[in-house]
Nanobody
């Protein structure tokens, strides 16, 4: 059974940076960060596989970086040049397909809130 716990969410001003962490227990292969804003569908932000291959949503490419520290069993999301439209609840998830489609991920954390003010 996979258990995930996110941390690092905060309120920042536009242009600022945040680094989210996700503590992972259990066996995983594909990991991802997803976000959901009020009234919107959950969307994929970034995914990574066990070999370190990554993929990003167009809206965050060049600003966000997903990484993992296998020794610490931790997944990270470094977010730079944050924009108000990045405001959302951010979730980490574990799945068995390398995709940004949230429907293919079965294990989820409780989420951490990121708020970006203009």
């Amino acid at each position: 059974q996979v258990r995930l716990a996110e941390s690092g969410g905060d309120s920042v001003q536009s242009g600022g940076s945040l680094k989210l962490s996700c503590a992972v227990s259990g066996s995983t292969y594909y990991m991802g960060w997803f976000r959901q804003a009020p009234g919107k569908l959950r969307e994929g932000v970034a995914v990574i596989d066990s070999d370190g291959y990554t993929n990003y949503a167009d809206s965050v490419a060049g600003r966000f970086t997903i990484s993992q520290d296998n020794a610490k069993n931790t997944l990270y999301l470094q977010m730079n040049r944050l924009k108000p439209e990045d405001t959302a609840m951010y979730y980490c998830a574990a799945g068995w397909i390398w995709t940004l489609d949230a429907s293919f991920y079965a294990s989820w954390g409780q989420g951490t809130q990121v708020t970006v003010s203009s």
